[in-house]
């Protein structure tokens, strides 16, 4: 069974930083890309970053280059999401997504997302002004 969860959101001041983790299980973590998606009340879910397992690309939405950076630790199947410099536009209920890499070959985004198959539950993060 594939499994997804998601740790590390909280409160937090503007200006500061959280690091969410992303723990995998029941698939081959090296053969997928894992993606993190975040949504505000009222808003879309949209893609925040992406990194593909297997030969460690990355890719992230423009809203948070330069803050945010993903990375994986393989031995564990986790994946992480720094985030710096926080803003209280980053307000929202995080969750982490994966997907088979070869589905997202040659596409250079984080993707959307109804082309991710397994979801975690998501961890909130809220960042007051």
């Known amino acids: 069974e594939v499994q997804l969860v998601e740790s590390g959101g909280g409160l937090v001041q503007a200006g500061g930083s959280l690091r969410l983790s992303c723990a995998t299980s029941?698939?081959?973590?090296?053969?997928?890309?894992i993606a993190w998606f975040r949504q505000a009340p009222g808003r879309e879910r949209e893609g925040v970053s992406r990194?593909?397992?297997?030969?460690?690309?990355?890719f992230y939405a423009d809203s948070v280059k330069g803050r945010f950076t993903i990375s994986s630790d393989n031995a564990k199947s986790t994946v992480y999401l720094q985030m710096n410099d926080l803003k209280p536009e980053d307000t929202a209920l995080y969750y982490c997504?994966?997907?088979?890499?070869?589905?997202?070959?040659?596409?250079?985004?984080?993707?959307?997302?109804?082309?991710?198959?397994?979801w975690g539950q998501g961890t909130q993060v809220t960042v007051s002004s």
């Open positions: 997504a994966g997907v088979p890499a070869r589905l997202m070959d040659g596409f250079h985004t984080v993707g959307r997302r109804f082309e991710y198959d397994f």
């Open positions: 029941g698939f081959t973590f090296a053969n997928f890309a």
């Open positions: 990194i593909d397992i297997g030969d460690g690309g990355t």
